[in-house]
């Protein structure tokens, strides 16, 4: 016992002069440096993922100590609530898959489109085309509710009764059927972002010579020109965006709240698993079960990251392997 | 000749014939783009009797400021005046662009131009957390501001917004186009690392500083979630909470010309100051590539 005592004492204090030859060697800038980067991004990143996984597995209400209940929060989930199954899941899958790579598709085109302009008209066009994403959800909130508001006042109402589109004002933001409608076009218009713009400028500084040669290596139109040389001359920033769309559709969470002005919304038809997280952890107090589905929210975004970076990295490895024929 | 100027679509000059169609796809596609954001504008210097005529007109006849007088005058629930929201959400907004920037460049250097052990793994880590979706964490983020004592302060507006994983990335990587031999040259010369950080990196990697101040005010600026969440007292709380408390309150039409003021003030800096660096971000993001 005292031998490993002393063991331990020595190892530490070997430790310690390690440290601090290392320090001097100049490095103590680059301590100094990272520091305050690393510490916020621990506290304020890392910490929160850990603090919610450890809280996943207990029940919390954030009064009395939590208690470790194992599995049960994830077994409730899948098992018992019926909302995140039958409703809340599927709307968030389907609200990601219509917005993250809908997005994704859409900012490409724009940006393949706008990087055949010359750069004065180019530049306005970016410009109106990445101005909606740069206000979060509240200033736009605002808009939305005067354009999509329930009664005739509205202003889409009030185009559809003029022409006699409807015969009588439509709900959009109440009503079950029309609020996720609503709340992808609202997140899709607002969706060429910080991506879009890496893509712009990938598409402006993929290298010509590589358009001359795949022309004389017999590349015949558009379409195969953006799958054989664009797409893969600047798959960074096609990754890059990637990452973007899918974070930003899974955080787009809130507007369906917003836009219909209550947690839950209108017969749970715009809820995402980022509302149920609120509803959980703010509303209801059970913060171990809002820890549960923070879980999993992030699991599944990490899912989608990993789907798309494969299917970019086969895409290249296919087109390796034709390169070796 | 035609493949030749086939080639040279990309990035054109001048404007040439084959370019028209590319206009007429983009042109309609930027006007419905564009018009929310100018109804937003119109909406903003409606007078009462415009907002209120049925069927809605589009297009504002008599431009008045009423609806900006009329947001000043109101108060938060505690009487709290207008502008106190106004000056929180500056002073927040300043703090995080100035330190996030900082934070991002010193780490970005280190993470660049330094060779230790941990190097790869901590820029693995911070570019796995571009993937990082804040709004799941809202709760045990809540659960660290009280524990560390700063719920219902300013600190709790501006410390979660600091380390920001794209700004990193992004000053990482346009760090690494400069030439490692300015460095060494620079060393031999006896320049240590907070002389090379701020009279050769800052300098030349400026584009991307702007990029990612940009980033930071954009988040800092309009964020609720924080005032929302982790700052229940009416003299800390932002300007974008303010508006997002009227638009929950008012639904009738008469609120909405004064929440449409608010929301301009909001909307506004973010437009003007990408006008004028856009150029700036332009050039970050061309070294944007995860690789």
Same mark, same amino acid.
């Given at each position: 016992?005292?031998?490993?005592?002393?063991?331990?004492?020595?190892?530490?204090?070997?430790?310690?002069?390690?440290?601090?030859?290392? /320090? *001097?060697?100049?490095?103590?800038?680059?301590?100094?440096?990272?520091?305050?980067?690393?510490? @916020?991004?621990?506290?304020?990143?890392?910490?929160?993922?850990?603090?919610?996984?450890?809280?996943?597995?207990?029940? &919390?209400?954030?009064?009395?100590?939590?208690?470790?209940?194992?599995?049960?929060?994830?077994?409730?989930?899948?098992?018992? *609530?019926?909302?995140?199954?039958?409703?809340?899941?599927?709307?968030?899958?389907?609200?990601?898959?219509?917005?993250?790579?809908?997005?994704?598709?859409?900012?490409?085109?724009?940006?393949?489109?706008?990087?055949?302009?010359?750069?004065?008209?180019?530049?306005?066009?970016?410009?109106?085309?990445?101005?909606?994403?740069?206000?979060?959800?509240?200033?736009?909130?605002?808009?939305?509710?005067?354009?999509?508001?329930?009664?005739?006042?509205? &202003?889409?109402?009030?185009?559809?009764?003029?022409?006699?589109?409807?015969?009588?004002?439509?709900?959009?933001?109440?009503?079950?059927?029309?609020? @996720?409608?609503?709340?992808?076009?609202?997140?899709?218009?607002?969706? @060429?972002?910080?991506?879009? /713009?890496?893509?712009?400028?990938? /598409?402006?500084?993929?290298?010509?010579?590589?358009?001359?040669?795949?022309?004389? *290596?017999?590349?015949?139109?558009?379409?195969?020109?953006?799958?054989?040389?664009?797409?893969?001359?600047?798959?960074?920033?096609? /990754?890059?965006?990637?990452?973007?769309?899918?974070?930003?559709?899974?955080?787009?969470?809130?507007?369906?709240?917003?836009?219909?002005?209550?947690?839950?919304?209108?017969?749970?038809?715009?809820?995402?698993?980022?509302?149920?997280?609120? *509803?959980?952890?703010?509303?209801?107090?059970?913060?171990?079960?809002?820890?549960?589905?923070?879980?999993?929210?992030?699991?599944?975004?990490?899912?989608?990251?990993?789907?798309?970076?494969?299917?970019?990295?086969?895409?290249?490895?296919?087109?390796?392997?034709?390169?070796?024929? | 000749?035609?493949?030749?100027?086939?080639?040279?679509?990309? !990035?054109?000059?001048?404007?040439?014939?084959?370019?028209?169609? =590319?206009?007429?796809?983009?042109?309609?596609?930027?006007?419905?783009?564009?018009?929310?954001?100018?109804?937003? =504008?119109?909406?903003?210097?409606?007078?009462?009797?415009?907002?209120?005529?049925?069927?809605?007109?589009?297009?504002?006849?008599?431009?008045?400021?009423?609806?900006?007088?009329?947001? =000043?005058?109101?108060?938060?629930?505690?009487?709290?005046?207008?502008?106190?929201?106004?000056? !929180?959400?500056?002073?927040?907004?300043?703090?995080?662009?100035?330190?996030?920037?900082?934070?991002?460049?010193?780490?970005?250097?280190?993470?660049?131009?330094?060779?230790?052990?941990?190097?790869?793994?901590?820029?693995?880590? !911070?570019?796995?957390?571009?993937?990082?979706?804040?709004?799941?964490?809202?709760?045990?983020?809540?659960?660290?501001?009280?524990?560390?004592?700063?719920?219902?302060?300013?600190?709790?507006?501006?410390?979660?917004?600091?380390?920001?994983?794209?700004?990193?990335?992004?000053?990482?990587? =346009?760090?690494?186009?400069?030439?490692?031999?300015?460095?060494?040259?620079?060393?031999?010369?006896?320049?240590?690392?907070?002389?090379?950080?701020?009279?050769?990196?800052?300098?030349?990697?400026?584009?991307?500083?702007?990029?990612?101040?940009?980033?930071?005010?954009?988040?800092?600026?309009?964020?609720?979630?924080?005032?929302?969440?982790?700052? !229940?007292?009416?003299?800390?709380?932002?300007?974008?909470?303010?508006?997002?408390?009227?638009?929950?309150?008012?639904?009738?039409?008469?609120?909405?010309?004064?929440?449409?003021?608010?929301?301009?003030?909001?909307?506004?800096?973010?437009?003007?100051?990408?006008?004028?660096?856009?150029?700036?971000?332009?050039?970050?993001?061309?070294?944007?590539?995860?690789?």
């Amino acid at each position: 016992m005292k031998n490993f005592l002393l063991k331990t004492k020595k190892f530490f204090s070997n430790m310690g002069t390690k440290i601090s030859e290392w /320090l *001097d060697k100049g490095n103590r800038t680059t301590v100094l440096f990272l520091i305050p980067y690393v510490t @916020m991004f621990l506290v304020f990143i890392v910490l929160p993922i850990i603090i919610a996984i450890g809280l996943s597995f207990t029940y &919390y209400n954030g009064i009395s100590a939590p208690k470790f209940i194992g599995f049960n929060n994830y077994i409730y989930l899948f098992t018992q *609530d019926s909302v995140f199954m039958k409703t809340i899941l599927p709307n968030t899958l389907l609200f990601a898959l219509v917005v993250g790579p809908g997005g994704y598709v859409l900012s490409f085109l724009l940006a393949w489109v706008l990087s055949q302009l010359p750069h004065k008209s180019r530049t306005v066009l970016a410009l109106i085309v990445y101005s909606p994403s740069m206000t979060s959800g509240v200033a736009m909130t605002v808009l939305w509710k005067t354009i999509f508001s329930g009664d005739e006042q509205g &202003y889409l109402n009030s185009i559809l009764l003029r022409f006699n589109f409807i015969n009588e004002p439509i709900q959009w933001l109440q009503s079950p059927e029309y609020l @996720m409608p609503v709340m992808i076009f609202v997140t899709l218009w607002s969706s @060429m972002g910080i991506g879009f /713009l890496a893509m712009l400028s990938g /598409l402006i500084n993929v290298n010509k010579e590589l358009y001359e040669a795949a022309y004389i *290596d017999g590349v015949s139109n558009r379409f195969q020109e953006i799958i054989h040389i664009t797409i893969p001359s600047m798959k960074n920033q096609m /990754l890059f965006g990637a990452v973007m769309a899918i974070v930003g559709a899974f955080s787009a969470g809130s507007i369906g709240v917003q836009l219909s002005g209550s947690n839950p919304t209108p017969q749970n038809a715009g809820q995402l698993v980022v509302n149920h997280i609120d *509803d959980y952890g703010i509303l209801r107090k059970e913060l171990g079960m809002s820890a549960a589905l923070s879980v999993i929210l992030l699991i599944i975004v990490y899912i989608f990251n990993r789907l798309f970076t494969r299917l970019f990295s086969e895409r290249e490895a296919k087109k390796n392997v034709k390169a070796t024929k | 000749m035609s493949k030749l100027l086939n080639s040279s679509r990309f !990035n054109p000059q001048k404007f040439n014939r084959n370019q028209i169609v =590319f206009y007429v796809i983009m042109i309609p596609i930027a006007i419905f783009m564009a018009l929310p954001i100018v109804y937003l =504008f119109v909406s903003a210097f409606k007078p009462l009797d415009e907002l209120l005529e049925f069927p809605p007109k589009f297009f504002v006849r008599h431009i008045t400021f009423q609806n900006f007088i009329n947001l =000043f005058e109101q108060s938060g629930s505690t009487g709290l005046p207008i502008y106190r929201y106004l000056i !929180n959400s500056i002073i927040v907004t300043s703090i995080v662009t100035v330190l996030s920037v900082i934070l991002s460049s010193t780490a970005g250097y280190i993470l660049s131009k330094k060779k230790f052990k941990m190097r790869k793994v901590l820029f693995e880590i !911070n570019t796995l957390s571009l993937m990082f979706v804040s709004c799941a964490v809202v709760i045990p983020r809540f659960l660290i501001i009280s524990k560390i004592g700063i719920i219902n302060t300013l600190f709790a507006h501006v410390l979660p917004l600091l380390a920001i994983p794209v700004g990193l990335f992004l000053i990482k990587q =346009f760090i690494d186009e400069i030439p490692n031999e300015l460095i060494e040259a620079a060393k031999i010369d006896g320049a240590g690392d907070f002389f090379i950080y701020l009279k050769i990196i800052l300098p030349l990697i400026k584009p991307a500083l702007i990029t990612v101040a940009i980033l930071a005010f954009q988040m800092a600026w309009n964020n609720v979630e924080t005032s929302n969440l982790y700052v !229940n007292k009416e003299e800390f709380q932002t300007f974008a909470y303010y508006l997002s408390t009227l638009t929950n309150n008012s639904n009738s039409i008469a609120g909405a010309g004064v929440s449409a003021a608010a929301a301009l003030i909001i909307f506004v800096p973010n437009l003007v100051i990408f006008i004028f660096l856009q150029a700036q971000v332009m050039d970050t993001m061309a070294h944007s590539g995860i690789k």
